[in-house]
């Protein structure tokens, strides 16, 4: 099972989440994840509604990063180098470049979510105690040691 920290949140959501050292401590502990990126005026950005710290693109390029793309800008950008990325809206899924199912978990207990290569996100939400997908990702990740 691959185990994703939403924006770098282990046991709960903090206002660390989407900061480098936070993302940083999450990925030394074992997990992988899932962080929010702006590309605004040639310059890289962590923040999730809003642009907080500007980034390298080296940062990017850690292995075990799942970029949300935040713009349609930030998600043309990023698919110029080798790294799981994806943009999404409202949809309940989405394809990243490395070919997984980005699922919301209120849709995972239906046929996408079931696929061998979806990621149920934020289970947590729906109180999901059963899974059928290759990964979860989460803002307490920590719970789903097995």
């Not at 949140?9 to 480098?20: A, M, R």
């Not at 074992?30 to 907080?52: A, P, R, T």
């Not at 790294?83 to 199912?101: A, Q, R, W």
Request: proline share 3%.
């Amino acid at each position: 099972m691959i185990l994703i920290a939403h924006r770098g949140n282990i046991e709960g959501k903090t206002s660390f989440e989407n900061t480098p050292n936070y993302i940083l401590n999450a990925l030394q502990k074992g997990y992988e994840c899932e962080i929010d990126v702006h590309f605004k005026n040639e310059s890289w950005f962590l923040g999730h509604d809003n642009i907080l710290t500007e980034i390298s693109i080296n940062f990017l390029l850690l292995s075990k990063l799942w970029l949300h793309a935040k713009t349609i800008p930030t998600i043309h950008e990023l698919m110029k180098y080798d790294v799981n990325c994806f943009y999404h809206e409202n949809d309940p899924c989405v394809l990243t470049s490395k070919g997984y199912i980005w699922t919301y978990t209120g849709y995972s207990l239906g046929p996408v979510g079931r696929q061998n290569n979806s990621i149920c996100v934020l289970p947590e939400l729906y109180d999901v105690k059963q899974f059928d997908c290759i990964g979860i990702c989460s803002d307490n990740i920590k719970k789903y040691l097995k």
